[in-house]
């Protein structure tokens, strides 16, 4: 596991942290650890769904569709 100093961090951030770590039951390391940890999980999910955006675009790479605009309205005038 790594480790991690940080220093400058302003008092009232650090107040905030606190208190939240109080609420959560946990210390203030713990609370900031949970936090990082958290951050970097929800980035590797936003990166994999932009794979998987890209993935889903390359398969319809090349094809043309159908402009569905005269089918909606003919729907609207029944």
């Known amino acids: ?3 991690l100093v940080i220093r400058g961090v302003r008092d009232d951030a650090l107040e905030t942290m606190r208190e939240l770590a109080e609420l959560n039951k ?3 390391e713990a609370q900031i650890r949970t936090l990082i940890e958290d951050t970097a ?3 590797k999910r936003q990166l994999a769904a932009i794979e998987d ?3 889903m ?3 319809f790479e090349g094809r ?3 402009d569905s605009t005269a ?3 003919e ?3 029944r």
């Open 53 to 55: 955006i890209k993935r």
């Open 75 to 77: 729907d609207r005038d």
């Open 1 to 3: 596991m790594g480790q």
């Open 41 to 43: 999980d929800q980035r």
């Open 57 to 59: 675009r390359k398969q």
């Open 71 to 73: 089918m909606i309205r």
């Open 64 to 66: 043309t569709f159908a």
């Open 26 to 28: 946990r210390s203030l």
